[in-house]
């Protein structure tokens, strides 16, 4: 029997709809209920592709005797973190003060009646672990936590509201310090302090892209010839996509690698991580001009338009598991790739297999994940992988969350737009998608953060879609000069500083949940330092100093933790380089523009805009002023680099 998620969009509630848990969605009927009632309340915190929320889901919420006791003593709650962050974003703040350490997913939290939070968790098994207070139970914990909200436990409830204290004191930085390059230095010590100098990234495992990192390092080496930097971003690029992370099959990569050598991911792909790493390999191959980095950025775009969008809106993630198990639609045995290469006249078959490393034995759990061992692919690659595919088409396809997000809909978007420059239909791809995002999520006058597709949204949006839309629009107005966009970005930055902004400081939500927007680059970017890169560029292309104003304000407070430990804020330490080293913006006919797009986006410069004029020859400008004029493309680094 369906309980009261059966009739919520997201995706995730859906997947517990049919739990024996009398779950409620996140409304106020749920907390007056567990007042009137005295009874303590249980909000499990989770998402689609989660595969240790299956797991809980499995084990716990399927569980009948842990069912019993909530349903008995509890008012349970149940929250998407994509489609309410602002709600995730308050619990992770409850589970780090409660836990001193960053928590995760499923996040378990239990509150009293008056909802004050007093114990957090992640996945808790269903029965405790012998001699072990952190190893206790489902079942034992939430017996011992109902009796003591039932018989309103005083040292439990004078907890509860110490915790509710502590959380509604807000800090602020100890002092402000001078912007300055200087700033650089530390970042490069405190990365090469985290750098695998054998498989590149920066942690042991497991192993998540960075992709932040990654983009600053591709910047400082573009803006001091820094060889350390070069020989991060190379080897860890080179690595990630040999396979294993990186999907050599379909395309497109997962999470993170449970390993330190990028073999063993964890099977879910997000939308996020591959429109920033879409992003990373298009910028290394125009710095570079390695053949293979602007494969894997095209295979990232292809995947995704492909395979995960409809009507040009991108779906938001694929699962681990399938089939009851992670990982099983991506594996393959020895002997049916054998069999595979074999009936389709292949005669260099051990050749191959080593090189991909197959093996009988496996490289995961007895089966095989597809990995180059060296450098190169083996030889007619493409139809063996269209092989490979063939096999993988007889298996159940991971569930795939179709809900859309206007935030990370806009960071592929960028990408699309991005890898236009350098080949043209994919820019079209981007307008397209573009279109379709915000004739979904802007109405009436409002944003909204998400929806199920064909579905009308109803969650407005917070800081980071105002932010990553922003700066999409302004990449889609640098890629066809059409006006309209760079009105579009204008109207919602002044939104999001009309909604957001405080002397400095950033709400990443309002309403409900007014929490502060963070400015370390987490799971994806940071919205502040994406809402900084929109500002700078606003300033520069509508020559408008009260932008830039505001995006000094917000670095200027940042700016004593920025220069401590700039390694945590890699995209807010590229955008003070930014404000420091100041902007070049290339004018010329549209036509000049849009027939050297390549050329132009290969500039050595890091930060470089462009607009539309009558000049048939290039100039170039810097804040105030244009200051050379050059016939010839080729001109145009030397003149930047002698501005300086």
């Known amino acids: 029997m369906s309980n009261r998620l059966k009739s919520e969009d997201s995706p995730y509630l859906q997947q517990h709809k049919d739990n024996p848990v009398d779950w409620y969605p996140w409304c106020d009927e749920a907390f007056e209920r567990a007042k009137k009632e005295n009874k303590a309340i249980f909000i499990s915190i989770g998402y689609s592709s989660c595969h240790w929320c299956h797991v809980m889901e499995e084990k716990v919420f399927e569980n009948k005797e842990c069912a019993d006791i909530l349903n008995e003593s509890f008012i349970c709650i149940k929250v998407d973190r994509e489609e309410r962050p602002d709600i995730d974003k308050h619990y992770q703040e409850v589970y780090m003060m409660l836990n001193r350490r960053a928590g995760g997913w499923p996040t378990s939290i239990f509150c009293t009646p008056e909802n004050k939070p007093f114990f957090a968790g992640t996945y808790i098994p269903p029965q405790s672990r012998e001699g072990s207070i952190e190893g206790m139970g489902f079942i034992e914990l939430s017996k011992l936590i109902a009796q003591k909200v039932s018989s309103r436990d005083e040292q439990l409830l004078k907890n509860a509201d110490e915790i509710e204290s502590f959380l509604n004191h807000k800090e602020h930085p100890k002092e402000a310090t001078v912007l300055k390059e200087d700033f650089v230095k530390n970042f490069m010590l405190q990365v090469k302090n985290n750098y695998d100098t054998i498989y590149g990234g920066f942690s042991v495992s497991p192993k998540f892209p960075h992709a932040s990192t990654l983009g600053t390092l591709l910047?400082?080496?573009?803006?001091?010839?820094?060889?350390?930097?070069?020989?991060?971003?190379?080897?860890?690029?080179?690595?990630?996509?040999?396979?294993?992370?990186?999907?050599?099959?379909?395309?497109?990569?997962?999470?993170?690698?449970?390993?330190?050598?990028?073999?063993?991911?964890?099977?879910?792909?997000?939308?996020?991580?591959?429109?920033?790493?879409?992003?990373?390999?298009?910028?290394?191959?125009?710095?570079?001009?390695?053949?293979?980095?602007?494969?894997?950025?095209?295979?990232?775009?292809?995947?995704?338009?492909?395979?995960?969008?409809?009507?040009?809106?991108?779906?938001?993630?694929?699962?681990?598991?399938?089939?009851?198990?992670?990982?099983?639609?991506?594996?393959?045995?020895?002997?049916?790739?054998?069999?595979?290469?074999?009936?389709?006249?292949?005669?260099?078959?051990?050749?191959?297999?080593?090189?991909?490393?197959?093996?009988?034995?496996?490289?995961?759990?007895?089966?095989?994940?597809?990995?180059?061992?060296?450098?190169?692919?083996?030889?007619?690659?493409?139809?063996?992988?269209?092989?490979?595919?063939?096999?993988?088409?007889?298996?159940?396809?991971?569930?795939?969350?179709?809900?859309?997000?206007?935030?990370?809909?806009?960071?592929?978007?960028?990408?699309?737009?991005?890898?236009?420059?350098?080949?043209?239909?994919?820019?079209?791809?981007?307008?397209?998608?573009?279109?379709?995002?915000?004739?979904?999520?802007?109405?009436?006058?409002?944003?909204?953060?998400?929806?199920?597709?064909?579905?009308?949204?109803?969650?407005?949006?917070?800081?980071?879609?105002?932010?990553?839309?922003?700066?999409?629009?302004?990449?889609?107005?640098?890629?066809?000069?059409?006006?309209?966009?760079?009105?579009?970005?204008?109207?919602?930055?002044?939104?999001?500083?009309?909604?957001?902004?405080?002397?400095?400081?950033?709400?990443?939500?309002?309403?409900?949940?007014?929490?502060?927007?963070?400015?370390?680059?987490?799971?994806?970017?940071?919205?502040?330092?994406?809402?900084?890169?929109?500002?700078?560029?606003?300033?520069?292309?509508?020559?408008?100093?009260?932008?830039?104003?505001?995006?000094?304000?917000?670095?200027?407070?940042?700016?004593?933790?920025?220069?401590?430990?700039?390694?945590?804020?890699?995209?807010?330490?590229?955008?003070?380089?930014?404000?420091?080293?100041?902007?070049?913006?290339?004018?010329?006919?549209?036509?000049?523009?849009?027939?050297?797009?390549?050329?132009?986006?290969?500039?050595k410069y890091p930060f470089i805009q462009k607009k539309a004029t009558e000049d048939e020859n290039f100039m170039i400008c810097g804040d105030k002023s244009c200051f050379a004029s050059t016939d010839s493309i080729n001109k145009i680094n030397d003149i930047i680099q002698k501005s300086f």
């Open 219 to 603: 910047v400082l080496d573009r803006l001091y010839d820094d060889k350390a930097a070069k020989a991060m971003i190379l080897n860890t690029l080179q690595n990630m996509k040999k396979g294993g992370m990186y999907d050599l099959v379909d395309g497109g990569f997962c999470r993170y690698s449970v390993d330190d050598k990028w073999l063993v991911p964890h099977f879910e792909k997000m939308l996020y991580d591959n429109a920033l790493l879409c992003e990373i390999y298009t910028n290394a191959y125009l710095t570079y001009k390695d053949e293979s980095f602007l494969d894997i950025a095209k295979e990232i775009a292809d995947f995704w338009y492909n395979h995960m969008s409809e009507d040009s809106l991108f779906y938001s993630a694929s699962d681990a598991d399938s089939e009851g198990e992670e990982g099983t639609y991506f594996i393959y045995s020895y002997d049916e790739v054998y069999k595979l290469l074999s009936d389709n006249g292949y005669t260099n078959i051990d050749e191959i297999l080593e090189m991909l490393s197959i093996t009988e034995d496996g490289n995961f759990e007895g089966k095989n994940i597809v990995r180059l061992k060296g450098e190169n692919a083996p030889k007619d690659f493409e139809n063996i992988k269209f092989l490979l595919r063939g096999l993988r088409a007889s298996r159940e396809y991971p569930f795939i969350d179709k809900k859309i997000q206007t935030s990370w809909s806009a960071m592929m978007i960028k990408s699309l737009f991005n890898l236009g420059k350098i080949d043209k239909n994919y820019a079209q791809s981007a307008k397209k998608s573009l279109d379709a995002l915000l004739g979904t999520m802007f109405i009436e006058g409002r944003l909204y953060h998400t929806t199920l597709i064909h579905k009308t949204p109803k969650v407005e949006a917070f800081l980071e879609d105002y932010a990553f839309l922003s700066q999409a629009l302004i990449e889609a107005f640098n890629s066809t000069q059409e006006e309209l966009y760079l009105i579009r970005a204008q109207h919602f930055a002044n939104l999001a500083l009309e909604k957001f902004y405080d002397k400095g400081v950033w709400k990443f939500s309002v309403g409900e949940f007014e929490t502060k927007a963070e400015i370390s680059d987490n799971t994806y970017t940071s919205p502040v330092s994406i809402i900084v890169d929109v500002l700078l560029s606003l300033s520069t292309l509508l020559e408008d100093d009260k932008y830039s104003h505001f995006a000094f304000k917000t670095m200027e407070y940042n700016s004593y933790e920025l220069g401590r430990r700039p390694v945590i804020y890699p995209y807010m330490l590229r955008q003070t380089l930014r404000y420091l080293k100041g902007e070049r913006v290339i004018k010329s006919t549209q036509t000049n523009l849009e027939s050297n797009a390549l050329e132009l986006s290969s500039l």
